[in-house]
């Protein structure tokens, strides 16, 4: 089994970047059962930027509850402090007496760092260093890392090859990258790569406490697929929560009217869980939580002609939408009057004949122009459908016909010199 090994800098608290860049990979490559992870809270590296031994104290505790809360099993992955392990700083010493001033000041990120007004000292220039001696030590066979970050294990491979070949041995397994060319870069406030160091980072508390975790939950579905770059935008998240809102809204005026099921209800609602079900059964998360505004917009709708929607109806919507909004569907669910938790309830069932319809609008046009819309039955025959199709249009039908066409549910045409 392959080595893997990264770290995550305790300089601030953990933003989105940090877990599509980083802890979402760690979690990956953990239950892949292809890796021996060893999974660090870089609190050397983190000197660099950050001074305050409270704040540095804080944020390291904080790290590793996100790692466990992220998915990081210990009994599956190593997860350890940096500075509990002296032998890193030991290695550093020994390894910098092999590294060559110029690798170090060809560094992206040291030249980055300094043009944005770092003070240039010593840990910030011998940083890749320090960090060769955390990959090394270990004997790790990957690191994973992202397209910015490859040079970093280029610099560590290069001090390894010059150690093994000046002392004459083979001492330090040269580490390959695991480039993850479809992860998600995640800009920050002002449109570059969410960094801690850049001061433009999203912090998902201040997103909680503003919002709620079931709106922050769902935005980052909505976004888009996580191999995807997504620009954070915090309208998508308002957005998101003005949904829950309306949903909301819905059930409260809702829950007392003892609304009956009409036939239209139960279609929309069977349509509903058979769209959610396949979305998800796809992984195409987006769209699972588009669809959930998409119906919700109907049913308000419809609301407003019925004066409310059934208790079934608002059930079957909570269940729906409890793995993505787990608080705010429980919620719903005791609204609804339920005493257990949401979660035994079993997942709704549709039935496919209850989602067909039982007439459909459809257009009908002379010489390809639309003249007039009609409804006719879901199954009328080719006949039916011309027959009603040219008795709506029959004053304008003034020429010879030469052709009738109907293309089933879609469209009628008639030709005419």
Same mark, same amino acid.
Request: charged share 25%.
């Given at each position: 089994?392959?080595?893997?090994?990264?770290?995550?800098?305790?300089?601030?608290?953990?933003?989105?970047?940090?877990?599509?860049?980083?802890? @979402?990979?760690?979690?990956?490559?953990?239950?892949?059962?292809?890796?021996?992870?060893?999974?660090?809270?870089?609190?050397?590296? @983190?000197?660099?930027?950050?001074?305050?031994?409270?704040?540095?104290?804080?944020?390291?505790?904080?790290? =590793?509850?996100?790692?466990?809360?992220?998915?990081?099993?210990?009994?599956?992955?190593?997860?350890?402090?940096?500075?509990?392990?002296?032998?890193? =700083?030991?290695l550093s010493w020994l390894l910098s007496n092999v590294t060559p001033v110029g690798l170090l000041e060809r560094g992206h990120s040291y030249k980055d760092k300094i043009a944005?007004?770092?003070?240039?000292?010593?840990?910030?220039?011998?940083?890749?260093?320090?960090?060769?001696?955390?990959?090394?030590?270990?004997?790790?066979?990957? !690191?994973?890392?992202?397209?910015?970050?490859?040079?970093?294990?280029?610099?560590?491979?290069?001090?390894?090859?010059?150690?093994?070949?000046?002392?004459?041995?083979?001492?330090?397994?040269?580490?390959?990258?695991?480039?993850?060319?479809?992860?998600?870069?995640?800009?920050?406030?002002?449109?570059?790569?969410?960094?801690?160091?850049?001061?433009?980072?999203?912090?998902?508390?201040?997103?909680?406490?503003?919002?709620?975790?079931?709106?922050?939950?769902?935005?980052?579905?909505? !976004?888009?697929?996580?191999?995807?770059?997504?620009?954070?935008?915090?309208?998508?998240?308002?957005?998101?929560?003005?949904?829950?809102?309306?949903?909301?809204?819905?059930?409260?005026? $809702?829950?007392?009217?003892?609304?009956?099921?009409?036939?239209?209800?139960?279609?929309?609602?069977?349509?509903? !869980?058979?769209d959610i079900t396949n979305r998800l059964e796809s992984f195409s998360l987006n769209t699972v939580i588009s669809g959930f505004m998409e119906y919700n917009n109907k049913f308000?709708?419809?609301?407003?002609?019925?004066?409310?929607?059934?208790?079934?109806?608002?059930? #079957?919507?909570?269940?729906?939408? $409890?793995?993505?909004?787990?608080?705010?569907?429980?919620?719903?669910?005791?609204?609804?009057?339920?005493?257990? #938790?949401?979660?035994?309830?079993?997942w709704p069932s549709y039935d496919e004949s209850a989602m067909k319809d039982d007439e459909i609008e459809v257009p009908v046009q002379i010489n390809g122009k639309t003249r007039?819309?009609?409804?006719?039955?879901?199954?009328?025959?080719?006949?039916?459908?011309?027959?009603?199709?040219?008795?709506? =249009?029959?004053?304008?039908?003034?020429?010879?016909?030469?052709?009738?066409?109907?293309?089933?549910?879609?469209?009628?045409?008639?030709?005419?010199?």
């Amino acid at each position: 089994m392959k080595r893997s090994l990264s770290g995550i800098q305790p300089s601030g608290i953990l933003h989105l970047g940090n877990y599509f860049g980083a802890i @979402s990979q760690f979690v990956k490559n953990q239950n892949s059962g292809e890796f021996e992870g060893f999974y660090f809270i870089a609190d050397y590296h @983190s000197l660099t930027s950050l001074t305050d031994p409270k704040s540095l104290k804080e944020n390291t505790y904080n790290i =590793v509850l996100d790692y466990l809360a992220l998915g990081l099993d210990p009994d599956k992955s190593t997860i350890f402090l940096q500075s509990d392990i002296p032998e890193h =700083v030991e290695l550093s010493w020994l390894l910098s007496n092999v590294t060559p001033v110029g690798l170090l000041e060809r560094g992206h990120s040291y030249k980055d760092k300094i043009a944005k007004g770092f003070t240039p000292n010593a840990g910030l220039m011998t940083y890749p260093v320090l960090m060769a001696a955390d990959i090394l030590i270990y004997d790790t066979d990957i !690191v994973p890392v992202g397209k910015d970050q490859k040079q970093h294990l280029e610099m560590t491979r290069d001090i390894a090859m010059k150690f093994n070949q000046q002392y004459g041995v083979e001492l330090f397994k040269l580490p390959d990258p695991l480039i993850m060319d479809d992860l998600a870069v995640i800009p920050g406030t002002d449109g570059q790569k969410m960094s801690k160091s850049k001061g433009n980072v999203v912090s998902p508390d201040a997103l909680v406490n503003d919002y709620g975790c079931d709106s922050l939950r769902m935005y980052e579905l909505f !976004v888009g697929p996580p191999e995807l770059d997504a620009e954070w935008d915090d309208r998508g998240i308002d957005g998101v929560n003005r949904f829950l809102k309306r949903l909301w809204n819905l059930l409260m005026d $809702s829950k007392e009217a003892d609304v009956q099921p009409t036939k239209e209800m139960i279609k929309l609602r069977h349509k509903m !869980v058979y769209d959610i079900t396949n979305r998800l059964e796809s992984f195409s998360l987006n769209t699972v939580i588009s669809g959930f505004m998409e119906y919700n917009n109907k049913f308000i709708e419809m609301a407003k002609k019925e004066g409310g929607i059934d208790k079934e109806t608002l059930e #079957t919507i909570a269940v729906l939408l $409890s793995p993505f909004a787990p608080h705010f569907a429980e919620e719903m669910w005791e609204q609804l009057g339920h005493g257990e #938790t949401i979660f035994k309830a079993g997942w709704p069932s549709y039935d496919e004949s209850a989602m067909k319809d039982d007439e459909i609008e459809v257009p009908v046009q002379i010489n390809g122009k639309t003249r007039a819309v009609i409804s006719i039955s879901a199954d009328a025959s080719k006949d039916e459908a011309i027959a009603a199709g040219k008795e709506a =249009v029959a004053d304008k039908l003034t020429g010879t016909i030469v052709k009738e066409i109907y293309v089933p549910k879609k469209i009628i045409n008639i030709v005419q010199k």
